[in-house]
């Protein structure tokens, strides 16, 4: 972003300046000068109310060629935030920007914020801005969430029957609606409360976040999300034994050279260590900055390999699981069915709800003779299901092992798809899921 601090007034005359900024500021600048706002710019506060007497931040966020912010200047209850808008001789290409600029210390009152362009005072957009003592504190778990995060809103203050009435997220802006009172006489007296709003996984940027009642507006906090692509993925995504693959890991390094020294595969680990000398900290940036780093695998035994990513001290960088199908294609894994022991044994499960809700369970491999399942929540686990070699001892049979974190209803059926032979266990509804070690499960050896 291009700045230009001092523009002598005296060296433009009038006629010449508004063809200046005709040619040169950039498109978002180059609306009508009657307009109330220009919707390309956003002014926001960091944290409201804000607290007499101290010093706040307002946050710009806009698209253009040239921009920068000059001394906030007040006039009673109204402020007005200059932008610098002219750009040089030739404007570079525009870009989104986000700037911010200290606020405060302020008396208490509503105040009315203006960002204005600096030569003639066209509003680009406005705000308001509260200055009081606080009635709740807010937060956000975790303190800097990725677009990968599950954001939750934290709430906390004093109040007589608090809930959380409505939840609405838009565009760059969330409204969660509370519910201080009681709806019986006499009320309980007031007292601490703290709740959270699950907001889910947001895109990535600036976020207001609004906490208000039916009548007024309680509270504001700025959430920024940080954009983090996918640690890993692979190619092709479900390689089989016939083949090799590419390990695709997206690393917050700056990278000087080449950084794969050395791919090895032990057991069903599959391990990349990475030079040190190749991975350069980027220097501090409003969000990270990554770069792809690939790794060949021949091709490997049918089951579920853990990638690594190691960096030169054995730190894991990034790691996920691939599932290397049987050549043959006896089980094929999709997001409800599990394949185990090289694709041999396919697994699924379904279940069921005290108010008759069915579905099926959705996959997560674990290694090449376990895996799990999740029902409603992808990070909550419900089910553990293990089938084991046990060919070569005395009991000459497959093994199923399981074990569930439920009280739901549950039907899990483990088939060998060499002999088509289906073993099935249940879960009956509203008791606690009993671990299940079957050491007779399948007498179908080898």
Same mark, same amino acid.
């Given at each position: 972003?291009?700045?230009?601090?001092?523009?002598?007034?005296?060296?433009?005359?009038?006629?010449?300046?508004?063809?200046?900024?005709?040619?040169?500021?950039?498109?978002?600048?180059?609306?009508?000068?009657?307009?109330?706002?220009?919707?390309?710019?956003?002014?926001?506060?960091?944290?409201?109310?804000?607290?007499?007497?101290?010093?706040?931040?307002?946050?710009?966020?806009?698209?253009?060629?040239?921009? @920068?912010? !000059?001394?906030?200047?007040?006039?009673?209850?109204?402020?007005?935030? *200059? $932008?610098? %808008?002219?750009? #040089?001789?030739? /404007?570079?290409?525009?870009?989104?920007?986000?700037?911010?600029?200290?606020?405060?210390?302020?008396?208490?009152?509503?105040?009315?914020?203006?960002?204005?362009?600096?030569?003639?005072?066209?509003?680009?957009?406005?705000?308001?801005?509260?200055?009081?003592?606080?009635?709740?504190?807010?937060?956000?778990?975790?303190?800097?969430?990725?677009?990968?995060?599950?954001?939750?809103?934290?709430?906390?203050?004093?109040?007589?029957?608090?809930?959380?009435?409505?939840?609405?997220?838009?565009?760059?802006?969330?409204?969660?609606?509370?519910?201080?009172?009681?709806?019986?006489?006499?009320?309980?007296?007031?007292?601490?409360?703290?709740?959270?709003?699950?907001?889910?996984?947001?895109?990535?940027?600036?976020?207001?976040?609004?906490?208000?009642?039916?009548? @007024?507006? !309680?509270?504001?906090?700025?959430?920024?999300?940080?954009?983090?692509? *996918? $640690?890993? %993925?692979?190619? #092709?995504?479900? /390689?089989?034994?016939?083949?090799?693959?590419?390990?695709?890991?997206?690393?917050?390094?700056?990278?000087?050279?080449?950084?794969?020294?050395?791919?090895?595969?032990?057991?069903?680990?599959?391990?990349?260590?990475?030079?040190?000398?190749?991975?350069?900290?980027?220097?501090?940036?409003?969000?990270?900055?990554?770069?792809?780093?690939?790794?060949?695998?021949?091709?490997?035994?049918?089951?579920?390999?853990?990638?690594?990513?190691?960096?030169?001290?054995?730190?894991?960088?990034?790691?996920?699981?691939?599932?290397?199908?049987?050549?043959?294609?006896?089980?094929?894994?999709?997001?409800?069915?599990?394949?185990?022991?090289?694709?041999?044994?396919?697994?699924?499960?379904?279940?069921?709800?005290?108010?008759?809700?069915?579905?099926?369970?959705?996959?997560?491999?674990?290694?090449?003779?376990?895996?799990?399942?999740?029902?409603?929540? *992808?990070?909550?686990?419900?089910?553990?299901?293990?089938?084991?070699?046990?060919?070569?001892?005395?009991?000459?049979?497959?093994?199923?092992?399981?074990?569930?974190?439920?009280?739901?209803?549950?039907?899990?059926?483990?088939?060998?798809?060499?002999?088509?032979?289906?073993?099935?266990?249940?879960?009956?509804?509203?008791?606690?899921?009993?671990?299940?070690?079957?050491?007779?499960?399948?007498?179908?050896?080898?």
């Amino acid at each position: 972003m291009s700045r230009h601090r001092h523009r002598p007034e005296h060296v433009l005359e009038p006629t010449i300046l508004a063809l200046s900024l005709a040619l040169l500021v950039a498109p978002a600048l180059s609306r009508p000068a009657h307009a109330e706002t220009i919707p390309d710019f956003r002014i926001f506060a960091a944290v409201q109310p804000l607290p007499p007497g101290e010093v706040g931040t307002l946050v710009v966020t806009g698209y253009g060629s040239c921009g @920068e912010l !000059l001394p906030i200047e007040i006039d009673g209850d109204h402020l007005r935030l *200059p $932008v610098v %808008t002219i750009c #040089p001789l030739i /404007p570079p290409d525009p870009i989104p920007f986000r700037l911010e600029t200290s606020v405060g210390p302020l008396d208490e009152g509503v105040y009315t914020v203006d960002l204005v362009t600096d030569f003639d005072g066209t509003v680009l957009a406005t705000t308001q801005l509260v200055v009081a003592q606080p009635t709740l504190d807010l937060g956000v778990v975790p303190p800097e969430p990725t677009t990968r995060d599950r954001v939750t809103f934290m709430i906390a203050g004093t109040a007589e029957c608090p809930q959380i009435r409505q939840v609405e997220i838009g565009a760059g802006r969330i409204d969660i609606e509370l519910g201080l009172g009681c709806p019986f006489t006499p009320p309980p007296p007031p007292h601490p409360f703290v709740l959270a709003s699950q907001l889910g996984r947001l895109s990535s940027g600036d976020h207001e976040v609004v906490v208000h009642d039916a009548s @007024e507006v !309680l509270g504001s906090s700025l959430v920024t999300v940080l954009d983090v692509p *996918p $640690v890993m %993925t692979f190619e #092709p995504p479900e /390689p089989t034994e016939a083949e090799g693959f590419t390990a695709i890991a997206a690393l917050p390094f700056v990278l000087a050279c080449d950084p794969v020294r050395e791919v090895t595969v032990g057991g069903f680990v599959a391990t990349v260590r990475l030079d040190d000398a190749c991975l350069l900290v980027p220097p501090g940036q409003p969000a990270p900055t990554f770069s792809t780093v690939e790794a060949s695998f021949p091709a490997l035994p049918a089951g579920t390999y853990r990638v690594r990513f190691l960096d030169g001290q054995d730190r894991v960088l990034a790691q996920a699981p691939v599932t290397v199908r049987s050549a043959s294609g006896a089980c094929i894994p999709t997001e409800t069915t599990l394949c185990l022991q090289g694709d041999r044994f396919r697994v699924r499960a379904m279940w069921e709800t005290s108010n008759g809700v069915i579905g099926p369970a959705h996959t997560q491999p674990r290694t090449a003779d376990s895996g799990a399942f999740s029902f409603f929540d *992808p990070d909550n686990v419900e089910l553990v299901v293990k089938v084991l070699d046990a060919c070569n001892t005395s009991f000459h049979s497959y093994w199923v092992f399981t074990a569930g974190l439920t009280n739901v209803a549950v039907n899990l059926e483990v088939t060998d798809t060499l002999n088509e032979v289906t073993w099935t266990a249940s879960n009956p509804q509203g008791h606690d899921f009993t671990p299940i070690l079957d050491t007779r499960a399948f007498a179908t050896c080898p």
